[in-house]
């Protein structure tokens, strides 16, 4: 049975899915924890690193990491462009707190770059992890980014990225590239039905209605 460890890196969670030896690294952190994500996979081969989306907070460490742990990058093609330009898809937020969270956002994304990195796996919605020896699948979740993806591990674990968030209290995402295609893919994630959600950012939680 699949197992799912947050890493908790700042405000930013990374996960690791593992199955015995075998393991799945969902998202990265920002660079000063890089030795932080790579001690918690030290004792697992990881197979793949999934990234749910291409914003720095999540990316930052793919090189190294994949580098350090010999395995390939995935993630969904149309956020391939942000790992040159984070600002390239404009996100906008209408509540308060969302304003102050996309000014922070906004200003991390230009402090530093992204370490260059070539992806290898692209991956789409209903796409399976089993040839990684992991029970999960690829849930598409545009909104947030055009490509934001989340995971389906074992049909009781929802890796989210930042389809939703848990900041300050859990829910839909504060930031958007597209509030209407975010709120599509905010009702997939209610239909699936009991699950436990974890966050790109804040505790993990059960599903629920999340759109009001």
């Given amino acids: 049975m699949e197992h799912v460890q ?120 209903g796409d399976s992890l089993d040839n990684c020896g992991i029970s999960a699948k690829v849930v598409g979740l545009p909104g947030h980014t055009d490509g934001s993806i989340g995971l389906d591990v074992g049909e009781r674990d929802l890796i989210v990225g930042d389809a939703l968030m848990n900041m300050f209290y859990p829910t839909v995402s504060m930031l958007y590239h597209s509030q209407e295609i975010m709120l599509k893919s905010v009702e997939k994630i209610e239909k699936l039905g009991t699950r436990t959600i974890h966050f790109g950012h804040g505790n993990p939680v059960q599903n629920r209605k999340w759109a009001q």
């Fill in 6 to 125: 947050r890493i908790v890196c700042g405000t930013v969670n990374c996960f690791l899915i593992s199955n015995g030896k075998n393991a799945v690294l969902v998202d990265t952190g920002f660079k000063k924890y890089r030795e932080k994500v790579l001690d918690a996979c030290r004792p697992y081969q990881v197979r793949l690193l999934v990234l749910t989306h291409g914003h720095m907070d999540h990316v930052q460490n793919a090189a190294f990491l994949s580098q350090a742990l010999h395995c390939p990058i995935a993630m969904h093609k149309a956020d391939l462009h942000l790992l040159a330009d984070n600002m390239v898809q404009r996100l906008s937020a209408s509540s308060i707190l969302g304003r102050i969270v996309l000014l922070f956002s906004v200003k991390s994304f230009k402090l530093d770059g992204i370490p260059a990195f070539s992806p290898t796996v692209f991956l789409e919605d």
